[in-house]
């Protein structure tokens, strides 16, 4: 069996990145620079970077960002992945170069047909479709509307994931990556005690090296 990581995103303090390190689950961290409750500065950005666990990943998280902005926070930041949730296509990867997760929401049926789409991204992260938010919105979306998918990149399940579901979400689709953030916070910010639940939840999974 594949060995799957957490992904906490939304970091917004030093604090933060202390309370995700005890954890070697958690292999993924997201910098949101979209215009979010969550989005950070480059100089919070690089303070937080530099307090993570040396194997944590850092993703920076775009959604309506200009291609010179990406390229000009990449630069600064220098993140492991970029995250694109917006109107981003092919084009718009390849000209930002590097690592690229990119986010599809998920409504319908026709849903899946997108996923293949994104030939020049190195992952997918699958997310609640929502007419009002790109990410984050806390709901989960119905697995069943992915069956038969067939991907051979980097599967990353966001979308209303807590403690309670998250080894069922799991089982129903085996991603590699579990993307988490409004289910750990306390008032927009990340809880400690709620990383920790959630944790102990996931390591009850019957999955190699969970």
């Given at each position: 069996m594949k060995k799957i990581f957490i992904k906490?995103?939304?970091?917004?303090?030093?604090?933060?990145?202390?309370?995700?390190?005890?954890?070697?689950?958690?292999?993924?961290?997201?910098?949101?620079?979209?215009?979010?409750?969550?989005?950070?500065?480059i100089k919070t950005a690089l303070e937080i970077k530099s307090a993570l666990r040396d194997d944590i990943k850092t993703a920076a998280v775009f959604a309506d960002n200009s291609l010179d902005e990406i390229k000009y926070i990449v630069a600064e930041v220098k993140p492991?992945?970029?995250?694109?949730?917006?109107?981003?296509?092919?084009?718009?990867?390849?000209?930002?170069?590097?690592?690229?997760?990119?986010?599809?929401?998920?409504?319908?049926?026709?849903?899946?047909?997108?996923?293949?789409?994104?030939?020049?991204?190195?992952?997918?992260?699958?997310?609640?479709?929502?007419?009002?938010?790109?990410?984050?919105?806390?709901?989960?979306?119905?697995?069943?509307?992915?069956?038969?998918?067939?991907?051979?990149?980097?599967?990353?399940?966001?979308g209303g994931i807590n403690k309670d579901n998250i080894n069922q979400r799991i089982r129903e689709l085996s991603p590699d990556v579990v993307d988490l953030s409004s289910s750990v916070e306390t008032d927009g910010y990340k809880d400690g005690l709620k990383i920790k639940e959630l944790i102990e939840e996931f390591r009850k999974g019957d999955r190699n090296g969970a």
């Amino acid at each position: 069996m594949k060995k799957i990581f957490i992904k906490i995103c939304g970091l917004r303090r030093t604090k933060d990145a202390e309370l995700i390190n005890p954890y070697p689950e958690i292999a993924y961290a997201g910098l949101v620079f979209a215009d979010s409750r969550r989005r950070i500065d480059i100089k919070t950005a690089l303070e937080i970077k530099s307090a993570l666990r040396d194997d944590i990943k850092t993703a920076a998280v775009f959604a309506d960002n200009s291609l010179d902005e990406i390229k000009y926070i990449v630069a600064e930041v220098k993140p492991d992945i970029i995250q694109l949730h917006s109107g981003e296509d092919n084009d718009f990867i390849l000209a930002i170069g590097g690592k690229v997760w990119k986010s599809v929401s998920i409504k319908d049926s026709k849903s899946i047909e997108k996923i293949t789409d994104f030939t020049a991204a190195d992952g997918i992260v699958l997310d609640t479709y929502s007419p009002l938010e790109r990410g984050g919105t806390g709901k989960a979306f119905d697995i069943t509307l992915l069956k038969g998918l067939n991907y051979s990149g980097t599967l990353i399940l966001a979308g209303g994931i807590n403690k309670d579901n998250i080894n069922q979400r799991i089982r129903e689709l085996s991603p590699d990556v579990v993307d988490l953030s409004s289910s750990v916070e306390t008032d927009g910010y990340k809880d400690g005690l709620k990383i920790k639940e959630l944790i102990e939840e996931f390591r009850k999974g019957d999955r190699n090296g969970a």
